[in-house]
Structures are given as C-alpha cells and as structure tokens.
C-alpha cells in the first residue's frame, strides 16, 4: 500500500514532541511522523524554522503534509509558516494533539490522502466523549438470524486491545471493503478500539453484517487470541 502522507507534530515542548512522533510511529510503522517542538536552544516554545524545515522535509520526499499542533501560539506559528508556503499539499487540522496524532498516522498507514487523515484527527476526540455500546451479540461463532456472524475472542495480549494491538487489529480490519466490528466499535478505527478499554483476559466479540467479511472476523479473532504485540 502507497503511503502519501507525512506527519509534522508542532509541540512547545520538544520531549513532547519526540515522545508522540515515538508513539505514533510504534502504531504507523510506515508513515513518516517529524516532530517540531521547543526552540532551537531546547527550551520551551515554538520555532517558524523548525516546522518550516520539518514540512520541507516530508514535501521534497513527494508527501503530502499534516500539521497538527498542541497549544494556540504554536498554531500561530505554524498559520505564518504555511501563509509563507502556500502549499495546497500541506494541511494544518485543528485537532486533539495526542489523539489526533495517533489517528491521523493510522489513517495515513491505511493509504488515507491528507484530507481523509485531518478527518481522522479532527474526529478523534468525539470517540471518546461518546458512548459506545458494547453489549455483546448472542451465541460466539455463529451467524444469527439478523445476519450477523461473529466470533468471541479472548484477549491474549498484556496491554490489552491498546497501543500496538489495537493497531494491528485496525490494520487488518481495514484490509476488507466492508464493516468489521468489535464489541460494536469500528474494527479499522484505532481509536475506537482504544476507547474500549479491553484488557488482557476480556473477551470481545468480533463481527460482520458482510458475508465478503466473514474471513475478517476469523482472522481478526484469531489473531486477538494469538496475541498481537
């Protein structure tokens, strides 16, 4: 899959910076993710030379660039740069740092453009603040009359369905042209997955409407069970 998109992650802080770029790339192993945080001296706030050379980097790689920042004077900053680069390719979304990063990376490792990944971003929030229903649908491994087919999984995995796992299983999720879920939350939504909060031990149930996604949900489960990180 052709990976198009960079990351550039606008921080005060260059720790913080680093540290979720770190994250993010443990999730989008093939998404570029460049951090642009602190001054040029290591201290705290944010440098027009920094994030223009970061977003250089990833435009002179052939990438379209998303730009997500963390507190209001660095999205001033970074409105300066991009007035100075007026680049239809690269998009600043006012997003959830943290969430949103994670997202956006998973999105563009899907092969998601730059719009769809600042969709990402810009929806991570709401995951969370909604709640999701995750009653479980009767009977493991079978189809049920409503025509849905599923499977229980148990957790294997020490973290749970977080971080990696949780990746990893959205990955595969998003390898099927149709609906995937667990516990009811999208299956191809990192995101969702997290906001779970399933842990080692707990059993999800993994499942379709779609019958072209029935090997999905077996390859899903099977690899919950085997354990994902």
Same mark, same amino acid.
């Given at each position: 899959m052709s990976i198009s998109v960079g990351l550039v992650l606008v921080s005060h802080s260059d720790q913080i910076a680093s540290g979720l770029a770190e994250l993010a790339g443990q999730m989008a192993a093939d998404?570029?993710?460049?951090?642009?945080?602190?001054?040029?001296?290591?201290s705290i706030g944010t440098s027009y030379e920094k994030i223009e050379n970061a977003i250089t980097s990833l435009r002179s790689e052939g990438l379209s660039v998303l730009v997500l920042t963390d507190l209001g004077s660095a999205t001033m900053t970074v409105e300066a740069?991009?007035?100075?680069?007026?680049?239809?390719?690269?998009?600043?979304?006012?997003?959830?740092?943290?969430?949103?990063?994670?997202? $956006?990376?998973? %999105?563009?490792?899907? =092969?998601?453009?730059?719009? /769809? $990944? !600042?969709?990402? !971003? #810009?929806? %991570?929030? %709401?995951?969370?603040?909604?709640?999701?229903? *995750?009653t479980p649908a009767?009977? #493991?491994? #079978?189809?049920? *009359?409503?025509?849905?087919?599923?499977?229980?999984?148990?957790? !294997?995995?020490? !973290?749970?369905?977080? $971080?990696?796992?949780? %990746?990893?299983? /959205?990955?595969?999720?998003g390898q099927y042209d149709g609906e995937i879920f667990i516990n009811d939350a999208e299956a191809d939504s990192i995101m969702s997955i997290m906001a779970l909060?399933?842990?080692? =031990?707990? *059993?999800?149930?993994? #499942? *379709?409407?779609?019958?072209?996604?029935?090997?999905?949900?077996?390859?899903i489960a099977d690899a919950i069970e085997a354990g994902l990180d």
């Open positions: 998404v570029k993710v460049v951090p642009a945080g602190g001054l040029d001296d290591g740069v991009l007035e100075t680069l007026e680049d239809r390719e690269v998009v600043f979304e006012d997003a959830p740092f943290l969430e949103g990063a994670i997202a $956006a990376a998973v %999105a563009a490792q899907q =092969g998601d453009d730059v719009w /769809a $990944a !600042a969709g990402a !971003a #810009s929806g %991570a929030a %709401a995951i969370f603040i909604d709640k999701l229903d *995750t009767p009977e #493991s491994g #079978s189809e049920t *009359t409503d025509g849905v087919f599923k499977r229980e999984a148990v957790v !294997a995995d020490e !973290a749970g369905l977080h $971080a990696r796992p949780a %990746a990893q299983v /959205a990955a595969l999720a909060g399933i842990k080692q =031990g707990e *059993t999800v149930v993994v #499942s *379709t409407k779609d019958p072209k996604c029935w090997a999905g949900v077996d390859k």
